[in-house]
Protein backbone atom coordinates (compact mmCIF):
# COMPACT_ATOMS: atom_id res chain seq x y z
CA UNK A 1 0.00 0.00 0.00
CA UNK A 2 2.30 2.83 -1.12
CA UNK A 3 1.51 5.96 -2.65
CA UNK A 4 2.60 5.13 -6.40
CA UNK A 5 -1.16 5.11 -7.61
CA UNK A 6 -1.14 9.31 -6.51
CA UNK A 7 -0.23 11.88 -8.75
CA UNK A 8 1.43 15.27 -7.40
CA UNK A 9 0.28 18.15 -9.20
CA UNK A 10 -1.55 17.31 -11.88
CA UNK A 11 -2.49 19.77 -14.47
CA UNK A 12 -5.50 21.87 -13.56
CA UNK A 13 -4.65 21.28 -9.65
CA UNK A 14 -4.83 23.99 -7.40
CA UNK A 15 -3.03 24.33 -3.87
CA UNK A 16 -6.20 24.67 -2.01
CA UNK A 17 -5.88 23.22 0.90
CA UNK A 18 -2.95 25.08 2.09
CA UNK A 19 -4.41 28.22 1.42
CA UNK A 20 -7.68 26.94 3.41
CA UNK A 21 -4.58 26.39 6.10
CA UNK A 22 -2.86 29.53 5.37
CA UNK A 23 -6.35 31.70 5.77
CA UNK A 24 -6.95 30.18 8.93
CA UNK A 25 -4.18 31.33 9.83
CA UNK A 26 -4.11 35.01 9.02
CA UNK A 27 -7.75 35.51 9.52
CA UNK A 28 -7.06 34.30 13.67
CA UNK A 29 -3.95 36.48 13.58
CA UNK A 30 -5.91 39.17 12.11
CA UNK A 31 -8.82 39.09 14.52
CA UNK A 32 -6.83 38.22 17.48
CA UNK A 33 -4.92 41.95 16.88
CA UNK A 34 -8.29 43.13 16.37
CA UNK A 35 -9.00 43.35 19.98
CA UNK A 36 -12.16 41.99 21.77
CA UNK A 37 -14.85 43.77 20.56
CA UNK A 38 -15.19 41.58 17.78
CA UNK A 39 -15.85 39.04 20.38
CA UNK A 40 -19.22 40.11 22.02
CA UNK A 41 -21.09 38.28 19.20
CA UNK A 42 -20.17 35.27 19.89
CA UNK A 43 -22.65 34.72 22.89
CA UNK A 44 -25.37 35.86 20.58
CA UNK A 45 -24.46 33.57 18.15
CA UNK A 46 -28.23 31.17 17.42
CA UNK A 47 -27.58 27.76 19.35
CA UNK A 48 -25.04 28.95 22.09
CA UNK A 49 -27.41 32.30 22.61
CA UNK A 50 -29.81 30.15 24.52
CA UNK A 51 -27.09 28.61 26.70
CA UNK A 52 -24.60 31.40 27.83
CA UNK A 53 -25.65 34.05 30.04
CA UNK A 54 -26.64 37.37 27.79
CA UNK A 55 -25.19 39.90 30.68
CA UNK A 56 -21.40 39.79 29.54
CA UNK A 57 -20.62 37.34 32.18
CA UNK A 58 -19.12 33.79 32.15
CA UNK A 59 -20.44 31.13 35.06
CA UNK A 60 -17.62 29.75 37.37
CA UNK A 61 -18.12 27.37 39.86
CA UNK A 62 -16.06 25.38 42.69
CA UNK A 63 -18.99 22.97 43.65
CA UNK A 64 -21.71 21.00 41.83
CA UNK A 65 -24.74 22.02 44.14
CA UNK A 66 -25.16 26.33 43.58
CA UNK A 67 -27.21 27.78 46.84
CA UNK A 68 -30.07 28.98 46.38
CA UNK A 69 -32.04 32.23 47.43
CA UNK A 70 -35.96 32.31 47.93
CA UNK A 71 -35.66 35.86 48.26
CA UNK A 72 -36.35 36.38 51.88
CA UNK A 73 -33.70 33.91 53.86
CA UNK A 74 -30.47 34.85 53.65
CA UNK A 75 -28.42 34.77 57.52
CA UNK A 76 -25.42 36.29 56.96
CA UNK A 77 -23.36 35.66 60.26
CA UNK A 78 -20.42 38.08 61.32
CA UNK A 79 -17.95 36.18 63.55
CA UNK A 80 -14.36 35.66 64.40
CA UNK A 81 -11.84 38.61 66.10
CA UNK A 82 -15.09 41.40 66.80
CA UNK A 83 -16.53 42.19 69.75
CA UNK A 84 -19.97 41.95 68.51
CA UNK A 85 -20.52 38.38 66.83
CA UNK A 86 -23.91 38.91 64.91
CA UNK A 87 -26.42 37.32 62.34
CA UNK A 88 -28.06 39.45 60.25
CA UNK A 89 -31.16 39.19 57.86
CA UNK A 90 -31.79 39.70 54.75
CA UNK A 91 -34.14 42.04 55.28
CA UNK A 92 -31.43 43.59 58.38
CA UNK A 93 -29.31 44.18 55.33
CA UNK A 94 -31.96 45.76 53.02
CA UNK A 95 -32.26 48.40 55.70
CA UNK A 96 -28.84 49.28 56.39
CA UNK A 97 -27.15 52.83 54.67
CA UNK A 98 -26.86 51.20 50.48
CA UNK A 99 -24.10 51.96 48.49
CA UNK A 100 -25.08 52.19 44.91
CA UNK A 101 -21.48 52.40 42.41
CA UNK A 102 -20.95 51.63 38.76
CA UNK A 103 -17.52 49.83 37.67
CA UNK A 104 -16.24 47.30 35.42
CA UNK A 105 -16.12 43.88 36.37
CA UNK A 106 -12.08 42.21 35.02
CA UNK A 107 -11.50 38.39 35.35
CA UNK A 108 -7.99 37.36 35.60
CA UNK A 109 -9.18 34.89 32.47
CA UNK A 110 -9.38 37.49 29.88
CA UNK A 111 -13.15 38.41 30.11
CA UNK A 112 -14.44 41.76 31.29
CA UNK A 113 -17.50 43.34 31.67
CA UNK A 114 -17.84 47.47 31.36
CA UNK A 115 -19.92 49.19 33.66
CA UNK A 116 -21.98 46.74 35.79
CA UNK A 117 -23.87 48.39 38.61
CA UNK A 118 -23.52 47.14 42.13
CA UNK A 119 -25.80 47.55 44.88
CA UNK A 120 -25.82 46.90 48.77
CA UNK A 121 -24.09 47.86 51.86
CA UNK A 122 -20.71 48.55 52.10
CA UNK A 123 -18.72 46.01 54.10
CA UNK A 124 -17.21 48.79 56.30
CA UNK A 125 -20.87 49.20 57.69
CA UNK A 126 -21.26 45.49 58.15
CA UNK A 127 -17.49 45.91 60.20
CA UNK A 128 -19.10 48.75 62.04
CA UNK A 129 -21.95 46.71 63.18
CA UNK A 130 -19.83 43.87 64.51
CA UNK A 131 -16.54 45.56 65.99
CA UNK A 132 -13.42 44.63 65.07
CA UNK A 133 -11.12 43.63 67.86
CA UNK A 134 -7.62 45.07 67.78
CA UNK A 135 -6.30 41.90 66.66
CA UNK A 136 -7.99 41.53 63.64
CA UNK A 137 -6.46 42.45 60.73
CA UNK A 138 -8.16 40.33 58.14
CA UNK A 139 -11.34 39.69 56.40
CA UNK A 140 -12.58 36.34 54.70
CA UNK A 141 -15.58 35.53 52.55
CA UNK A 142 -16.91 32.44 52.35
CA UNK A 143 -19.70 31.02 50.10
CA UNK A 144 -22.66 29.04 51.00
CA UNK A 145 -21.27 26.61 48.53
CA UNK A 146 -19.38 25.58 51.41
CA UNK A 147 -16.23 25.44 49.41
CA UNK A 148 -15.17 28.76 48.23
CA UNK A 149 -13.59 31.68 50.44
CA UNK A 150 -11.55 34.76 49.59
CA UNK A 151 -9.91 37.13 52.29
CA UNK A 152 -9.12 41.06 52.30
CA UNK A 153 -6.61 42.76 54.57
CA UNK A 154 -8.73 44.94 56.71
CA UNK A 155 -7.61 48.45 55.14
CA UNK A 156 -8.50 46.94 51.84
CA UNK A 157 -12.21 45.73 52.99
CA UNK A 158 -12.84 48.75 54.45
CA UNK A 159 -12.38 50.73 51.08
CA UNK A 160 -15.30 52.49 50.29
CA UNK A 161 -15.82 50.67 46.93
CA UNK A 162 -15.73 47.41 48.92
CA UNK A 163 -19.73 46.14 49.25
CA UNK A 164 -21.65 43.47 49.65
CA UNK A 165 -24.16 43.21 46.81
CA UNK A 166 -27.92 41.94 46.14
CA UNK A 167 -28.20 43.92 43.40
CA UNK A 168 -26.78 44.10 39.60
CA UNK A 169 -27.83 46.35 36.65
CA UNK A 170 -30.76 47.24 39.10
CA UNK A 171 -32.19 44.25 39.67
CA UNK A 172 -31.84 41.38 42.81
CA UNK A 173 -29.21 39.60 41.43
CA UNK A 174 -29.44 36.46 39.77
CA UNK A 175 -28.70 33.26 41.23
CA UNK A 176 -25.63 32.30 39.25
CA UNK A 177 -24.02 35.83 40.03
CA UNK A 178 -24.15 34.98 43.44
CA UNK A 179 -27.67 35.76 44.98
CA UNK A 180 -28.24 36.45 48.08
CA UNK A 181 -24.92 38.03 48.53
CA UNK A 182 -21.90 38.80 46.41
CA UNK A 183 -18.43 40.46 47.25
CA UNK A 184 -17.52 43.36 45.55
CA UNK A 185 -14.09 44.44 44.85
CA UNK A 186 -13.69 47.13 42.05
CA UNK A 187 -9.84 47.42 42.24
CA UNK A 188 -9.51 43.73 42.14
CA UNK A 189 -10.03 40.59 39.74
CA UNK A 190 -12.99 38.82 39.66
CA UNK A 191 -11.74 35.94 42.32
CA UNK A 192 -11.89 37.80 44.94
CA UNK A 193 -15.48 38.37 45.13
CA UNK A 194 -17.08 35.69 46.72
CA UNK A 195 -20.59 34.69 45.71
CA UNK A 196 -22.93 33.64 47.66
CA UNK A 197 -21.43 35.14 50.65
CA UNK A 198 -23.34 33.69 54.14
CA UNK A 199 -20.01 34.19 56.26
CA UNK A 200 -17.80 36.97 56.90
CA UNK A 201 -15.05 36.28 59.24
CA UNK A 202 -12.44 38.75 61.08
CA UNK A 203 -9.04 36.63 61.57
CA UNK A 204 -5.57 38.08 62.80
CA UNK A 205 -3.78 37.01 59.50
CA UNK A 206 -4.96 36.77 56.28
CA UNK A 207 -6.09 33.56 54.78
CA UNK A 208 -5.18 31.99 51.65
CA UNK A 209 -8.21 31.85 49.16
CA UNK A 210 -9.53 28.79 46.84
CA UNK A 211 -7.90 29.60 43.88
CA UNK A 212 -4.88 32.00 45.23
CA UNK A 213 -4.52 27.97 47.33
CA UNK A 214 -4.21 26.87 43.41
CA UNK A 215 -2.00 29.65 42.25
CA UNK A 216 -3.17 32.67 41.60
CA UNK A 217 -1.93 35.94 43.08
CA UNK A 218 -2.87 36.71 46.51
CA UNK A 219 -2.58 40.47 45.25
CA UNK A 220 -5.45 40.58 42.64
CA UNK A 221 -5.00 43.79 42.21
CA UNK A 222 -5.99 44.68 38.63
CA UNK A 223 -3.41 45.61 36.27
CA UNK B 1 -1.39 -22.00 -9.78
CA UNK B 2 -3.55 -20.26 -12.33
CA UNK B 3 -6.43 -18.18 -11.47
CA UNK B 4 -10.02 -19.23 -11.69
CA UNK B 5 -12.82 -16.26 -11.80
CA UNK B 6 -15.02 -15.83 -9.38
CA UNK B 7 -18.40 -15.89 -10.74
CA UNK B 8 -21.01 -14.57 -9.06
CA UNK B 9 -19.90 -14.46 -4.81
CA UNK B 10 -19.21 -10.69 -5.36
CA UNK B 11 -22.70 -10.19 -6.33
CA UNK B 12 -24.58 -11.87 -4.76
CA UNK B 13 -26.45 -11.49 -1.34
CA UNK B 14 -25.96 -12.65 2.33
CA UNK B 15 -24.66 -15.77 2.38
CA UNK B 16 -21.83 -15.65 -0.28
CA UNK B 17 -18.20 -15.49 0.93
CA UNK B 18 -17.03 -12.38 2.94
CA UNK B 19 -17.42 -8.68 0.75
CA UNK B 20 -14.35 -7.90 -0.61
CA UNK B 21 -12.59 -5.58 1.44
CA UNK B 22 -9.36 -3.27 0.52
CA UNK B 23 -6.78 -1.63 2.23
CA UNK B 24 -7.38 2.17 2.80
CA UNK B 25 -5.55 3.81 6.06
CA UNK B 26 -2.44 2.16 7.37
CA UNK B 27 -1.11 1.49 10.65
CA UNK B 28 0.38 4.97 10.96
CA UNK B 29 -2.43 6.93 9.60
CA UNK B 30 -4.51 5.02 12.15
CA UNK B 31 -2.74 5.93 15.07
CA UNK B 32 -2.31 9.54 13.92
CA UNK B 33 -6.23 10.01 13.80
CA UNK B 34 -6.53 8.39 17.35
CA UNK B 35 -3.27 9.82 19.29
CA UNK B 36 -5.41 13.00 17.76
CA UNK B 37 -8.99 11.58 18.40
CA UNK B 38 -8.94 10.88 21.27
CA UNK B 39 -7.58 13.57 23.43
CA UNK B 40 -9.48 15.86 21.26
CA UNK B 41 -12.71 14.78 22.57
CA UNK B 42 -11.52 14.74 26.14
CA UNK B 43 -10.07 18.44 25.54
CA UNK B 44 -13.54 19.48 23.88
CA UNK B 45 -16.07 17.51 26.67
CA UNK B 46 -14.13 19.07 29.09
CA UNK B 47 -13.86 22.65 27.51
CA UNK B 48 -17.75 22.47 27.10
CA UNK B 49 -17.83 22.42 30.82
CA UNK B 50 -15.91 25.14 30.83
CA UNK B 51 -17.78 27.48 28.69
CA UNK B 52 -21.72 26.64 29.33
CA UNK B 53 -22.77 26.92 32.71
CA UNK B 54 -25.23 24.17 32.89
CA UNK B 55 -22.47 22.06 32.28
CA UNK B 56 -20.44 23.60 34.63
CA UNK B 57 -23.03 22.62 37.80
CA UNK B 58 -22.94 19.60 36.38
CA UNK B 59 -18.97 19.11 36.87
CA UNK B 60 -19.25 21.07 39.89
CA UNK B 61 -15.34 20.63 40.19
CA UNK B 62 -14.03 23.32 37.97
CA UNK B 63 -10.28 23.02 38.91
CA UNK B 64 -10.43 19.45 37.76
CA UNK B 65 -12.01 19.94 34.66
CA UNK B 66 -9.76 22.93 33.89
CA UNK B 67 -6.90 20.30 34.77
CA UNK B 68 -7.75 17.64 32.75
CA UNK B 69 -8.37 20.29 29.62
CA UNK B 70 -5.18 21.32 30.21
CA UNK B 71 -3.51 18.28 29.97
CA UNK B 72 -5.53 16.68 27.42
CA UNK B 73 -4.77 19.71 25.31
CA UNK B 74 -1.34 19.30 25.70
CA UNK B 75 -1.68 15.54 24.95
CA UNK B 76 -3.60 16.62 21.72
CA UNK B 77 -0.69 17.85 20.13
CA UNK B 78 1.94 15.83 21.49
CA UNK B 79 0.58 12.44 20.66
CA UNK B 80 -0.16 13.21 16.93
CA UNK B 81 3.36 14.52 16.77
CA UNK B 82 5.27 11.51 18.76
CA UNK B 83 3.23 9.16 16.44
CA UNK B 84 4.78 11.58 13.36
CA UNK B 85 8.37 10.96 14.47
CA UNK B 86 8.23 7.08 15.25
CA UNK B 87 5.86 5.93 12.92
CA UNK B 88 6.17 5.74 8.87
CA UNK B 89 5.36 8.64 7.54
CA UNK B 90 5.26 7.94 3.76
CA UNK B 91 1.44 7.60 3.34
CA UNK B 92 0.56 10.28 5.75
CA UNK B 93 2.64 13.01 3.53
CA UNK B 94 0.63 12.00 0.69
CA UNK B 95 -2.51 12.10 2.37
CA UNK B 96 -0.79 15.80 3.07
CA UNK B 97 -0.46 16.00 -0.68
CA UNK B 98 -3.87 15.03 -1.45
CA UNK B 99 -5.34 17.65 1.43
CA UNK B 100 -4.06 20.25 -0.47
CA UNK B 101 -4.17 19.69 -4.09
CA UNK B 102 -7.78 20.43 -5.44
CA UNK B 103 -8.75 19.29 -9.01
CA UNK B 104 -11.35 21.19 -11.08
CA UNK B 105 -13.63 18.21 -10.75
CA UNK B 106 -12.68 18.95 -6.76
CA UNK B 107 -13.93 22.52 -7.01
CA UNK B 108 -17.09 21.31 -8.49
CA UNK B 109 -18.01 18.36 -6.02
CA UNK B 110 -16.92 21.36 -2.95
CA UNK B 111 -19.52 23.68 -4.72
CA UNK B 112 -22.55 21.21 -5.85
CA UNK B 113 -22.26 19.45 -2.39
CA UNK B 114 -22.85 23.40 -0.45
CA UNK B 115 -25.45 23.66 -3.34
CA UNK B 116 -27.15 20.24 -2.66
CA UNK B 117 -27.91 21.69 0.89
CA UNK B 118 -30.24 24.36 -0.30
CA UNK B 119 -31.73 22.02 -3.11
CA UNK B 120 -29.42 22.04 -5.74
CA UNK B 121 -29.47 18.70 -7.84
CA UNK B 122 -25.88 19.76 -9.18
CA UNK B 123 -24.11 16.71 -10.61
CA UNK B 124 -21.00 15.73 -7.70
CA UNK B 125 -18.42 14.90 -9.99
CA UNK B 126 -16.45 11.27 -9.36
CA UNK B 127 -14.12 11.59 -6.04
CA UNK B 128 -10.54 10.17 -5.28
CA UNK B 129 -8.85 9.20 -2.61
CA UNK B 130 -10.53 12.06 -0.12
CA UNK B 131 -13.34 14.25 -1.28
CA UNK B 132 -13.30 17.86 -1.27
CA UNK B 133 -15.33 17.99 1.70
CA UNK B 134 -13.20 15.90 3.86
CA UNK B 135 -10.06 18.19 2.28
CA UNK B 136 -12.00 21.52 3.34
CA UNK B 137 -12.44 19.86 6.79
CA UNK B 138 -8.82 18.20 7.17
CA UNK B 139 -7.17 22.13 6.18
CA UNK B 140 -9.78 23.48 9.01
CA UNK B 141 -9.27 21.08 11.49
CA UNK B 142 -5.33 22.02 11.14
CA UNK B 143 -5.85 25.87 11.11
CA UNK B 144 -7.91 25.94 14.00
CA UNK B 145 -5.65 23.00 16.30
CA UNK B 146 -3.01 25.38 15.31
CA UNK B 147 -4.70 29.23 17.08
CA UNK B 148 -6.12 26.30 19.83
CA UNK B 149 -2.71 25.02 20.61
CA UNK B 150 -1.34 28.69 20.50
CA UNK B 151 -3.76 30.43 22.51
CA UNK B 152 -4.37 27.16 25.01
CA UNK B 153 -0.75 27.77 25.58
CA UNK B 154 -0.83 31.50 26.22
CA UNK B 155 -3.30 31.00 28.93
CA UNK B 156 -1.81 27.74 30.43
CA UNK B 157 -1.12 28.20 34.05
CA UNK B 158 2.29 29.34 35.61
CA UNK B 159 2.32 32.15 32.68
CA UNK B 160 1.08 35.05 33.26
CA UNK B 161 1.19 37.60 30.52
CA UNK B 162 -0.50 40.75 30.64
CA UNK B 163 -4.68 41.05 30.34
CA UNK B 164 -4.74 41.88 26.99
CA UNK B 165 -3.29 39.42 25.83
CA UNK B 166 -5.08 36.47 27.50
CA UNK B 167 -8.00 38.67 26.46
CA UNK B 168 -7.05 38.41 22.95
CA UNK B 169 -6.10 34.45 23.47
CA UNK B 170 -9.02 33.55 24.66
CA UNK B 171 -11.19 35.42 22.31
CA UNK B 172 -9.53 33.24 19.57
CA UNK B 173 -9.70 30.30 21.68
CA UNK B 174 -13.08 30.58 21.59
CA UNK B 175 -13.79 31.54 18.07
CA UNK B 176 -11.33 28.80 17.31
CA UNK B 177 -13.86 26.23 19.33
CA UNK B 178 -17.00 27.73 17.72
CA UNK B 179 -15.97 27.06 14.26
CA UNK B 180 -14.27 23.48 15.07
CA UNK B 181 -17.00 21.54 16.45
CA UNK B 182 -19.67 21.87 14.21
CA UNK B 183 -16.97 20.08 11.87
CA UNK B 184 -16.32 17.51 14.22
CA UNK B 185 -20.36 16.95 14.68
CA UNK B 186 -20.40 16.48 11.17
CA UNK B 187 -16.82 14.49 10.81
CA UNK B 188 -18.60 11.87 13.42
CA UNK B 189 -22.09 12.09 12.18
CA UNK B 190 -21.10 11.19 8.41
CA UNK B 191 -17.84 8.46 9.65
CA UNK B 192 -20.07 7.16 12.45
CA UNK B 193 -23.72 7.88 12.09
CA UNK B 194 -25.23 8.17 8.58
CA UNK B 195 -25.91 4.80 6.85
CA UNK B 196 -24.86 5.77 3.13
CA UNK B 197 -21.10 6.77 4.56
CA UNK B 198 -20.52 5.23 7.58
CA UNK B 199 -18.73 1.62 6.25
CA UNK B 200 -15.89 3.70 5.46
CA UNK B 201 -15.87 3.91 9.50
CA UNK B 202 -13.65 0.59 9.39
CA UNK B 203 -10.81 1.65 7.46
CA UNK B 204 -9.94 4.06 10.48
CA UNK B 205 -10.21 0.70 12.57
CA UNK B 206 -8.86 -1.87 10.86
CA UNK B 207 -7.51 -0.63 8.03
CA UNK B 208 -9.53 -1.45 5.24
CA UNK B 209 -13.15 -1.01 3.73
CA UNK B 210 -15.46 -2.66 1.55
CA UNK B 211 -14.25 -2.24 -2.03
CA UNK B 212 -17.97 -1.77 -3.19
CA UNK B 213 -18.18 1.40 -0.72
CA UNK B 214 -14.75 2.62 -1.73
CA UNK B 215 -14.97 1.96 -5.81
CA UNK B 216 -19.00 4.31 -4.82
CA UNK B 217 -17.79 6.67 -3.15
CA UNK B 218 -14.00 7.20 -3.99
CA UNK B 219 -14.07 5.79 -7.47
CA UNK B 220 -10.45 7.63 -8.96
CA UNK B 221 -9.13 5.92 -5.48
CA UNK B 222 -5.72 3.67 -6.93
CA UNK B 223 -7.43 0.90 -4.15
CA UNK B 224 -10.86 1.02 -5.93
CA UNK B 225 -8.90 -0.20 -9.28
CA UNK B 226 -7.24 -2.93 -7.75
CA UNK B 227 -8.99 -6.26 -7.65
CA UNK B 228 -9.84 -7.03 -4.08
CA UNK B 229 -7.04 -8.45 -2.53
CA UNK B 230 -8.16 -9.86 1.49
Redesign the interface.
Known sequence: MKSQGYDMQAPGQRRIGRRIFLALLAGGGVVAAGGAQAFGAIGRLPVIKGFVPQDGFYYYTVSSDEPTFDGNNWPLRIEGLVENPVTLTFHDLMALAQSDQVHDYMCVTGWAVPKVRWQGPLVSTLLDIARPLPTASAVSFDSADGVYTDSLTMAEARRPEVLLAHAKDGAPLAQDRGAALRLVVPFMFGYKGTKWVNRIRLTATQEIGYWEQRGYDVDAYLK | MTSTPISSSATAGSGAGPEPRV?RF?ATERLFHWAFAVPFLVTLATGLAL????L????????LVRDIHRFAGLFTVLFPVLVLALGDR??L??D?????????D??QWFRAWLWRKVGGKDRLPPQG?FNSGQ??N???T???I??LAV?GLI?F??I?P???L???????H???W?ILTPAVIGHVFLAAIYPPTRPGLSGIITGKVPLAWLRHHHPL???A?SPAGD
Do not use: M
Not at chain 2, 56 to 63: I, Q
Open positions: DDYFPEAKLAGNRESNRRVTEVDLWSGDRRKFAALAGCFWTIPGHPFWVSNSRNLDLAIAPEQ
